[in-house]
């Protein structure tokens, strides 16, 4: 049975750090490219940031030089390390494991960026 288990979210104020992390079971992990997802009130899930297998990230541009996705293989656990907070960061993160046509998602941890 695969599983992905996000934690790490909170309440923090603007211009703080919070790092989340995404624990997966069940899978291959190592081989299994990784991402980060975000769902706002009222907007569509974004694409926040991905990690391939090998190590390559790539990250969306409103989060570009702020967020920093890696990645344990002996742990089986993804990160994001979230640095400047904006309000407009306010969302439920969402951890994914991809390999093929097949995606895996984690229930999503939330995370309120306010004063």
């Known amino acids: 049975q695969v599983q992905l288990v996000e934690s790490g979210g909170g309440l923090v104020q603007p211009g703080g750090s919070l790092r989340l992390s995404c624990a997966a079971s069940?899978?291959?992990?190592?081989?299994?490219?990784m991402g980060w997802y975000r769902q706002a009130p009222g907007k569509q899930r974004e694409w926040v940031a991905g990690i391939g297998g090998g190590g390559t990230t790539n990250y969306a541009d409103s989060v570009k030089g702020r967020f920093t996705i890696s990645r344990d293989n002996a742990k089986n656990t993804v990160y994001l390390q979230m640095n400047s907070l904006k309000s407009e960061d306010t969302a439920v993160y969402y951890c994914?494991?991809?390999?093929?046509?097949?995606?895996?998602w984690g229930q999503g941890t939330q995370v309120t960026v306010s004063s």
């Open positions: 069940g899978i291959m992990f190592s081989i299994y490219d």
């Open positions: 994914v494991g991809s390999l093929g046509p097949n995606d895996y």
